[in-house]
């Protein structure tokens, strides 16, 4: 069971840390991703981390702006927010990923909300 914390609502241009925490499952051995969902939009993916940490991949709008990072001695994986948009206004999830890419976890957890306003 992952779950998810740090969503709120921020000012475009702004920034929020959100928090993963595994309470159930040792996320070293595994790639950790970070999702989100928007309104009436599908679950996309949004970054990913390695188990060591060293390698990291972003979905290209996200580039320069979140940086993802994990403390795998706290079993947490972080994602930095930086420079946020009204787009970037969603509900993210995290997961760990098997191998393949594809989730571990079939049931997500219940995310954490951002809502990007002024």
């Known amino acids: 069971q992952l779950v998810e914390a740090g969503g709120g609502l921020a000012q475009p241009g702004g920034s929020l840390k959100l928090s993963c925490v595994a309470s159930t499952l040792t996320l070293y051995p595994y790639a950790v991703g970070w999702f989100r969902q928007a309104p009436r939009q599908e679950r996309e993916a949004v970054s990913c981390i390695s188990t060591s940490g060293v390698k990291t991949d972003y979905l290209e709008s996200m580039e320069g702006r979140f940086t993802i990072s994990r403390d795998n001695a706290k079993n947490t994986v972080y994602l930095e927010m930086n420079n946020l948009k009204p787009e970037d206004t969603a509900v993210y999830y995290c997961?760990?990923?098997?191998?393949?890419?594809?989730?571990?976890?079939?049931?997500w957890g219940r995310g954490t909300r951002v809502t990007v306003s002024s």
């Open positions: 997961n760990a990923l098997l191998s393949s890419g594809s989730p571990l976890f079939g049931s």
